[in-house]
């Protein structure tokens, strides 16, 4: 696992005057699951808006499999292969599942069979295919926008809060279905509200601070880390 498949480097993002994030560096090997960690307003989402280019770095540069994607368009950043899972889902709600899905397909040809191993891996969305995305619930919605995100194929997949709003045994669900996904060879990115459970999850994390990098390391020992601990587990 020593090959570099994302990294930032120095990178500074802001909404007007404001600075988001100062100076991140991180990396994000292949085959495993990174997580980045911090409390609200750290700047943790806007790092992932920031690699898939609906936010331009003021400074720094993103490379993703080995080439430069920094400013890049966010559909020309999808067709590389990085592909993001937004906090709240952002389902079409008006569009059926199976319309969704496609969305997510929109830059290949040859969507049926991602689009049959999708309804495979999500039962539920295959027996509500022709249902309006806007009456599932938020378990079956999670479900649908990682789904879509399935269908355009990537090799890197980042995470928004993706337990945000979801009763707990939809949780372990979820995060099962993370664990699953990187089983099968998919690289993760992901930011994640519920610490302890992330860090279990992770080979690598990094603890965001006033949008700075303020501590990294494997999972398992920022898991045990006192300053993590007392910081964000209450212990």
């Known amino acids: 696992m020593s090959n570099v498949m994302l990294a930032l480097t120095n990178v500074e993002s802001a ?4 600075k988001a994030i100062r100076g991140v560096s991180l990396k994000v090997r292949q085959g495993e699951i990174a997580t980045v960690l911090g409390s609200n307003g750290a700047g943790k989402s806007t790092i992932l808006k920031t690699i898939s280019g609906i936010i331009d770095p003021r400074k720094g540069s993103i490379e993703f499999a080995g080439e430069n994607i920094t400013a890049k368009d966010p559909a ?7 592909s993001h899972v937004p906090e709240g889902r952002e389902v079409f709600p008006l569009l059926s599942v199976h319309d969704n899905l496609m969305m997510g397909a929109y830059t290949r040809r040859d969507a049926k069979r991602t689009l049959d191993e999708v309804f495979a891996m999500f039962p539920r969305l295959a027996e509500r295919r022709a249902q309006l ?12 926008a990682i789904g879509r995100c399935l269908m355009g194929a990537p090799e890197l997949i980042m995470f928004d809060e993706p337990s945000l709003g979801l009763a ?7 995060l099962h ?3 699953v996904l990187n089983g099968r060879g998919l690289t993760i990115l992901l930011v994640e509200q519920n610490v302890a459970v992330s860090l279990r999850l992770s080979n690598r994390a990094y603890v965001l601070e006033n949008g700075r990098v303020a501590m990294s390391g494997s999972g398992e ?3 045990h ?3 993590v601990r007392q910081a964000y587990l209450g212990l």
Do not use: C, K
């Not at 020309?76 to 990085?82: D, H, I, N, S, W």
């Open 15 to 18: 909404y007007g005057p404001i």
């Open 76 to 82: 020309e950043v999808v067709q590389r292969g990085l």
């Open 221 to 223: 020992s920022l898991l």
């Open 168 to 174: 707990p045994l939809v949780v372990q669900e979820v």
């Open 177 to 179: 279905t993370i664990r």
């Open 133 to 144: 995305a806007g009456t599932l619930s938020g378990g079956e919605q999670q479900m649908l």
């Open 225 to 227: 880390d006192d300053r």
